[in-house]
Each structure stands twice: as structure tokens, then as C-alpha cells.
């Protein structure tokens, strides 16, 4: 029986509206001017994604005559202990200064001193972090997307990607508020949805407390996998070192102005160019609490520091502090680890991708925190926000729309209708996510071994089949979470998988084995790739070289 649903046509179909879903937009309706876009963001694309409001630095940037892509991959790899295809890191650094005049003349505000911006050392080699200054980033950009005639759907979230002889056509979504499907037929689409920043249990209890975006768990992430993609970097396991029970930025807004850093012993760490892997190996050894001091600075500085950080970066940081009474003239500021999450722009986790942005699926490209553009920060998503819109303008350009799979969209709206039928089931979906992302964080943050990610495979194949027996879900807005969860307990699956292949430690701390504590190099230093297998519990597990300037992976 032909099942009804309305059906929407466009040429670029962008899966979230953050940072890089945004900038896509704009890229696409710049270059592409009669080309339809379509964006579909989860929340509401005014104040959606990891930058949700401002930002104080455009984190890499290759200014000519004071840094070169050449140098940042040099030390990007070292950062990524040598893990890191350096065709793609390179494309982006190539890119970071145009796009930053772009940025420029749109109005972004990067401060000058003397004529000159201000560039800060934050990577292993070279000044690349340049400051800005713009508490209304993210509004800047989405209302310029619009602008130009980027469509947008709010409180969307795409559960399926349509495929038609192999390649990607579109996408199954659902209104999180109303819960009624939608088909879109697409010619090109570019996933832009996140990491999975929902992901372990943070110890402040709140389930929406998490350092990055709560919107982002996995979307972008599981709606590749499924479709065919290449995934990688899943057993890099963040865990960041930032301001305690808020989860809030803080380290290189103060540190860089001069900030004290000690450890529980009253030692300075700042002196030693202190990093977030640094902080919380030194946590994990009894070292810590660390916390950050300013009241040795001039008022001025400490004045600057509060103006970032309560406007540009997050409001609610003074609420916080005025709550704690944490007075940043006399007292101090104390650290602590976050929960485990995984993120292709702060870390390495993600879907794979050349450096024209496209994954090894047709009609697919990925940017942002669900590409793996390894530790790409915002200048990734930009660049490769750009990069894919590019790209997928040009092949939308050169196809037309095919039929819609109705097999494959009568296969969502089934699921749709099975979980609406669990409404007497006895488990609130709440206390569920709860349950399973405490256990992600038994389990799956580090320090690691074989059992605990046998303990961890053990639970997520079970979360599986509770969520769809046990779980209630009684109106929409439980049956959006429950695709939600879905996405989370996958990633913690492949994540266990991933951390469980790769026998030895690398990425200290983030990723500690105690069984395999020495890196190995020789049998290690590659991708664990993940593709998707036959069933549920299937996943196809391979080793690719990285790929490097003058050679492609292998397996």
C-alpha cells in the first residue's frame, strides 16, 4: 500500500545548520545562484550548532608571511601523533586566510593592534590562532544564508538518507515538534550535523550539560555509516579539561593573556605550553584538580578576559561564576575533566573525505565535526562548508532527480509507527538515555582494556533492543529522542569496536589501553576504518595507510 507523505524537491540538501551546514548555504547560493538549498537543522539555525552564538579566535589560519598550510601540517601531524591525511588538513589550511577576508568583508570582527591581527601559538609549530571578536557569529551567518535564498526547515532532523543505484538522492526526515515525516529528493547532499557531543553521562548530572552542542548525537555520523560511508577515528575518545560542573570554555581565553595554571600541588603548569591532552594526563595521575588563576593581572586584562568569555563565548559563564563567587581578582577558577564525547573537529573522529569534501559514497560530502578533517576546528567547518557546497552545486547542476525508493521510506515510517505504539512501556526515555550514556561513560572513557569494551559492546547490543521493547515513548518529542538514542548507542558500538581493534595506546590520554599502554608505530600508526556490514551487530573492520602529500592510503 502506497503510503502517503509529502515530498519536497531541491538540488543541495544540507543535514544541520551549524557553523558549517551554514556556510554551505551561503557558498552554494553564491556560486550557484538558481540552485535550490535546503537546510535542515534539528533546533533553530539561528542559534544552533558547536558556535551557537560567538566565537574569540578563527582557530587556523595560514596568514601569508607569518605561517604557511606547509607548517600547519607539519605540526597537526604531531599533534595527531602522525594519524592524519595530510591532503586534506592541507586543502583546509590553504583556504583558512580567504576564508577569513571573506569573513572580514561580511563583517566578522577580527581585532587589529598596531594594523596587525593578533596571532596566537596554540599548535605544536607556528602561529596559526587568529582573535576575534564577534558575539553574534552564528546569527551573521544564518541570516546571510537566508538571505541570499537558502531555504531552511527548523526543529528537523533527517533519520534516513535515500540512496538509488549506490548513490545518495535525498533523505527521510521528521519534525521533532509534530513528529510528521518528509521526503527530499536531493541531487547532491552534505552531511553537517555534529559529532556526538551527547555521548558520555557529565558529572554534573544534567543530560544536557555537555561541553558541545546537546543537539549534536551522532546524526551526521550514523546517517553516513548507514548509507555506506567510510568512518574512522571512532576510539579517539575526548575527554576535555575545562571549567568544572559548567563545561565551559576558558583555557586559551586566559591562558593566552597570562593566566596562571597549577596543579593540586601548587606547581605551575603554564610555563610548559599546557594543552588539553596535558591537563587531563595529569588529572588521570593524581595531579589535579588544576585550576586557573588571574588575580595577578591588571584590571584591564582581567576585564578583557571577562568580556570574552561572558559575551562572545557564552552568557551564561557570568551567571556561573557570580554563582560560585568566583571573583577572578582574588580567587580561582577550578578545572575538571568533561564527559567523553567524539568530534571530528576537535578531535579525529568522523566520516572520511578527499579534500574536494566528497566520502566514498556518491552524491554524499561531509563537513564540519562530522567530517574528519582532523582537529579542524571551526577553520575546517568553514573551508570545508565551502569545499562541499562547491562540489555539490557543480554535480547538482549535472544530474536530474530520480524516483523515490518508497521501500526505503516505508521502512522509516514503519519504525515510526512501531515506536508510537510503545506508549505503555515502562521505561521513560529520559531514564533510559541516562542509563546508557552513564554506562558509555563506565566503560568507554578512558582508561580502557578488552574488558571494558566487551562490557561496552555487551550493553549498546542490548540498548539496541530495549529501546525498541522497553522504552515509552508518548508523543513526539519522545519518538525524536528515541532516534536520538539510537544514533548514541550505535556510536557507542562502533566506538567500542574501534577501541577494542586498536591494540595499543595513542592519542595519550584519549586513548589509554592499560592492556597496550606502549604506542606502536610499526602495526598502529594507520586508520581503523568501519564500514557497515549485513546486520545489526556487522561491522567491516580495515587498516588504511594514511595518506600523505606524495601517497595515497592503502589497505
Not at 170 to 180: D, H, I, K
Not at 227 to 243: K, N, P, Q, R
Not at 291 to 310: A, G, M, S, T, V
Not at 500 to 519: A, L, M, S, V
Request: hydrophobic residues 35%.
Amino acid at each position: 500500500m502506497k503510503r502517503d507523505y509529502p515530498v519536497i524537491d531541491t538540488d543541495i540538501l544540507i543535514v544541520g545548520g551549524g557553523s558549517a551546514g551554514a556556510m554551505s548555504a551561503i557558498r552554494a547560493k553564491t556560486l550557484y545562484p538558481d540552485q535550490d538549498v535546503l537546510i535542515l537543522e534539528k533546533g533553530d539555525i539561528k542559534y544552533s550548532g558547536c558556535i551557537a552564538r560567538g566565537m574569540d579566535a578563527l582557530n587556523i589560519v595560514a596568514i601569508p608571511g607569518i605561517s604557511s598550510p606547509e607548517e600547519y601540517v607539519e605540526g597537526n601531524g604531531l599533534a595527531c601523533d602522525g594519524v592524519m591525511d595530510e591532503p586534506v588538513n592541507y586543502r583546509m589550511a590553504e583556504r583558512s586566510y580567504d576564508v577569513m577576508q571573506r569573513l572580514v568583508d561580511w563583517g566578522v570582527c577580527f581585532p587589529k593592534y598596531d594594523g596587525e591581527y593578533e596571532v596566537l601559538q596554540v599548535h605544536p609549530k607556528g602561529r596559526f590562532c587568529v582573535t576575534m571578536k564577534e558575539p553574534e557569529l552564528k546569527t551573521m551567518l544564518a541570516e546571510k544564508a537566508q538571505k541570499l535564498g537558502a531555504k531552511v526547515l527548523n526543529r528537523t532532523m533527517a533519520v534516513q538518507l535515500l540512496k538509488h543505484d549506490g548513490e545518495v538522492c535525498g533523505a527521510v526526515a521528521l519534525n521533532v515538534r509534530t513528529g510528521a515525516p518528509l521526503v527530499i529528493r536531493a541531487k547532491s547532499v552534505i552531511l553537517s550535523a555534529g559529532g556526538t557531543a551527547r555521548f558520555g553521562l557529565p558529572d554534573n548530572g544534567h543530560l544536557y550539560g555537555v561541553y558541545d552542542f546537546p543537539g549534536n548525537t551522532g546524526d551526521g555520523y550514523m546517517l553516513a555509516y548507514r548509507a555506506g560511508a567510510e568512518m574512522s577515528g571512532f576510539e579517539y575518545t575526548l575527554v576535555y579539561y575545562i571549567t568544572k560542573d559548567i563545561n565551559a570554555p576558558l583555557l586559551y581565553i586566559t591562558l593566552t593573556r597570562g593566566a596562571h595554571l597549577l596543579n593540586a600541588f601548587n606547581e605551575r603548569r603554564d610555563k610548559d605550553h599546557p594543552s588539553i591532552k596535558s591537563m587531563f594526563a595529569e588529572h588521570l595521575e593524581n595531579q589535579g584538580p588544576l585550576r586557573i588563576k588571574l588575580n595577578h593581572l591588571p584590571e584591564e586584562k582581567i576585564k578583557e578576559i571577562e568580556d570574552l568569555l561572558f559575551t562572545t563565548e557564552r552568557p551564561a559563564c557570568q551567571r556561573f561564576h557570580e554563582g560560585r563567587n568566583n571573583d577572578f581578582r582574588t580567587g580561582e577558577i577550578e578545572l575538571w575533566p568533561t564527559e567523553v564525547f567524539l568530534c571530528g573537529g576537535h578531535g579525529l573522529t568522523g566520516v572520511r573525505i578527499n579534500e574536494e569534501g566528497e566520502t566514498n559514497v556518491p552524491g554524499l560530502y561531509a563537513a564540519g565535526d562530522t567530517s574528519l578533517c582532523a582537529r579542524g576546528h571551526l577553520s575546517g567547518a568553514f573551508v570545508y562548508g565551502e569545499i562541499c557546497a562547491e562540489n555539490a552545486g557543480k554535480r547538482a547542476a549535472a544530474l536530474p532527480h530520480v524516483p523515490v525508493d518508497e521501500s526505503a521510506v516505508n521502512a522509516v515510517l514503519d519504525k515510526i509507527d512501531r515506536r508510537l505504539a510503545q506508549s505503555g512501556n515502562e521505561i521513560d526515555v529520559d531514564e533510559f538515555e541516562y542509563k546508557v550514556r552513564r554506562i558509555i561513560g563506565d566503560y568507554l572513557k578512558p582508561p580502557k582494556n578488552a574488558y571494558k569494551l566487551d562490557r561496552a559492546i555487551w550493553w549498546m547490543r542490548r540498548f539496541r533492543k530495549e529501546l525498541d521493547t522497553l522504552v515509552r515513548i508518548e508523543d513526539a518529542h519522545d519518538l525524536f529522542k528515541t532516534f536520538e538514542l539510537e544514533n548514541i548507542i550505535e556510536c557507542g558500538y562502533l566506538s567500542a569496536i574501534a577501541s577494542k581493534e586498536r591494540k595499543e595506546t595513542r592519542w595519550y590520554p584519549w586513548h589509554y589501553r592499560t592492556d597496550f599502554p606502549e604506542k606502536n608505530d610499526a602495526e598502529w600508526k594507520k586508520h581503523i576504518v568501519l564500514t557497515k556490514g549485513d546486520g545489526p551487530d556487522d561491522v567491516c573492520i580495515t587498516h588504511k595507510d594514511v595518506i600523505t602529500m606524495t601517497k595515497g592510503g592503502e589497505n
